[in-house]
């Protein structure tokens, strides 16, 4: 017969995670401390009893919680979506993700750097060589990685203006995606390459919205690839903007 001791730390766990104490397990059961720990453990034997990790490779791990924190969003909202539910999902225990990351907040921030394609733009060949192929790389860049995550684009366009704003206060300043293109066209502006009519933040948003355009429309996205996609926005910002030194 289980130990009903078992059941009510269980209560315990699920209310506070990795917060529980020895304490609140005894007060709840009306038991001793002594009497939990002679039949469950200490408090780390007690988080180990329900933080199944089922012997997986720490990054096999993550990835399991990273898929199932998107899951999650896409069922629920981000704001909405618990640790018991992402943990659910993932077949953890919420004791493993709130070991790993803490709360939820810190969770998020694990899955805005993972997913953010900004690190990808730090990898590009910017500020080399003609402005054009530099331009080229950054759309073809950004198309390929929103085809492949299309649902993190949609999780980000179509959530609430709460969860938007949400997310974007977890966000690092430098992660910013909007920023770093922008940063792009004003370097390029100071080097004369490309007009400066356009104010860089607009010309970086003109450039989003085209991106959303090419990835999320159907039956746009589904006919054409991103490369096709890159060349395509590239023409329409080689005639109206660009500028190449003599």
Request: glycine share 6%; no cysteine; charged share 25%.
């Amino acid at each position: 017969m289980a130990d009903p001791l078992h059941s009510i730390a269980k209560q315990v766990f699920d209310q506070h995670g990795p917060r529980l104490s020895v304490s609140d397990i005894a007060a709840r059961a009306g038991v001793s401390r002594s009497t939990v720990y002679q039949r469950l453990g200490s408090k780390a034997d007690i988080l180990r009893l329900f933080n199944p990790d089922d012997g997986a490779a720490p990054a096999d791990i993550e990835d399991r919680i990273m898929a199932a924190v998107l899951k999650a969003a896409l069922h629920s909202g981000v704001r909405a979506a618990t640790i018991e539910a992402i943990a659910r999902r993932a077949g953890v225990g919420p004791a493993t993700i709130y070991r790993r990351y803490g709360d939820k907040d810190g969770l998020l921030r694990r899955f805005i750097a993972r997913h953010a394609p900004v690190t990808g733009i730090r990898a590009l060949p910017l500020g080399k060589g003609p402005v054009r192929a530099q331009l080229r790389a950054l759309i073809g860049f950004l198309l390929t990685y929103m085809h492949d995550n299309r649902d993190i684009v949609r999780l980000i366009q179509n959530g609430s203006a709460e969860d938007r704003a949400y997310l974007r206060a977890l966000r690092e300043a430098d992660q910013s995606t909007s920023r770093r293109i922008a940063a792009f066209f004003e370097a390029q502006q100071r080097a004369g390459t490309i007009s400066a009519e356009i104010p860089a933040p607009l010309l970086a948003a003109n450039l989003a919205g085209m991106l959303y355009a090419h990835t999320l429309f159907e039956p746009t996205a589904a006919a054409i690839d991103p490369q096709t996609s890159a060349d395509a926005i590239l023409r329409m910002f080689d005639a109206v903007i660009i500028e190449e030194t003599p």
